[in-house]
């Protein structure tokens, strides 16, 4: 578990499990969406195929809560694009609308960083991004990350294509700057 003020990232619990179903899964169209990959498909599930999937959520390394004032508003990620090389991409999901543009992503995409650092043999850790969330790509900025690639016009959403966008920060990068704060 980490904390920065009144948010905190931490691994998921099975009492999590319904506020997230709630978050992720209940709506046909949920707002968040909009903004998460929106080229791709959005399923709702009932609650009952949710819990039987509960294995992939409920202290899973890869996904954690972020909570703000002890309410979940969303996740945080990872998934290895190539474990051999210790090749990581991460991910985050505020769910409501609420929740945006107030700072949240940052800190909590901070701590969640700076855990697979410390966890983690890493060298490089990586975002991947659509150029229509111009949100995400000014949080992975404003955390030190690096436009690695821009490949252009291949997602394409509500008639028009847009750029897949790669960033990227090195060990040491994060290291020189977090150590710089301090």
Known sequence: MYTDNNLTIRPIKKEDLPRLWELFYK???PEWKKWDAPYFPHHTKSYE???SEQEKWIASENYWVIEVAKNIRGTVSYYWEHQPSCWI???IVLNEAESWGKGIGT???KLWINHL???LPL???GLTTWSGNERIIRVAEKLGMQMEARIRKVRYYNGVYYDSIRMGMLREEWEQQHYSET
Do not use: C, D, S
Request: glycine fraction near 6%.
């Open 89 to 91: 991409e991460i991910g």
């Open 27 to 29: 709506e046909e169209k």
């Open 123 to 125: 060298v490089r850790i």
């Open 107 to 109: 800190r909590a995409l």
């Open 117 to 119: 650092f410390n966890q």
């Open 49 to 51: 195929t949710f819990l």
